[in-house]
T-cell receptor, first 114, second 114 residues
Framework: AQSVTQPDIHITVSEGASLELRCNYS??????LFWYVQSPGQGLQLLLK??????LVQGIKGFEAEFKRSQSSFNLRKPSVHWSDAAEYFC????????????FGQGTRLTINP | NAGVTQTPKFQVLKTGQSMTLQCAQD?????MYWYRQDPGMGLRLIYY???????DKGEVPNGYNVSRLNKREFSLRLESAAPSQTSVYFC?????????????FGEGSRLTVL
């Protein structure tokens, strides 16, 4: 069955430090991959997506992610985090079976130390 | 720009009571979804509607029913609420016929079942 794993439940980094959030997927075909961010009390907002082509994709708010087929990974990175990046981050894979359905990872909560 | 609107935002029920969560989108999207979010489990798909007039079960449909009232509205009903249904519920929509896969989310409805 298709699945998404985010190994880190909670990560704490200092403001200005670099960030990498891990995501591994299990999917038979070429996946459509996404990263969403959820601020406290809010819905989910799309950060970036990968469908095909260049394996390094740029998103909003200075985030980027790299698709590595050999490692079944789609890790999210940011060179320098800001206090406003504190949120929960979800990786997801899209299944196209008559309708587009997203399967989400468990989420990684990011805390920023001043 | 309302996007996806959910009502109510908060609700407390007693075990056995029924209620309906309402969702409406003003983006002319064809597909709509209901997810639930529980700590450590990410978002899990309850039901979805690929287009007006169709509905299908997702990963965790037991205890729920849905109605796609028209293209704009997709409601989720709990006929006899149970404490296990305490969760945050998110409605989402996406255009059909595109391969963006991006889901647009509402702000969520927090339900507590006592």
């Amino acid at each position: 069955a298709q699945s998404v794993t985010q190994p880190d439940i909670h990560i704490t980094v200092s403001e200005g430090a670099s960030l990498e959030l891990r995501c591994n997927y299990s999917y038979g075909a070429t996946p459509y991959l996404f990263w969403y961010v959820q601020s406290p009390g809010q819905g989910l907002q799309l950060l970036l997506k990968y469908f095909s082509g260049d394996t390094l994709v740029q998103g909003i708010k200075g985030f980027e992610a790299e698709f590595k087929r050999s490692q079944s990974s789609f890790n999210l990175r940011k060179p320098s985090v800001h206090w406003s990046d504190a949120a929960e981050y979800f990786c997801a894979v899209a299944l196209i079976q008559g309708a587009q359905k997203l399967v989400f990872g468990q989420g990684t909560r990011l805390t920023i130390n001043p | 720009n309302a996007g996806v609107t959910q009502t109510p935002k908060f609700q407390v029920l007693k075990t056995g009571q029924s209620m309906t969560l309402q969702c409406a989108q003003d983006m002319n999207h064809n597909s709509m979804y209901w997810y639930r979010q529980d700590p450590g489990m990410g978002l899990r798909l309850i039901y979805y509607s690929a287009s007006e007039g169709t509905t299908d079960k997702g990963e965790v449909p037991n205890g729920y029913n849905v109605s796609r009232l028209n293209k704009r509205e997709f409601s989720l009903r709990l006929e006899s609420a149970a404490p296990s249904q305490t969760s945050v519920y998110f409605c989402a929509s996406t255009p059909l016929g595109t391969d963006t896969g991006e889901l647009f989310f509402g702000e969520g409805s927090r339900l507590t079942v006592l």
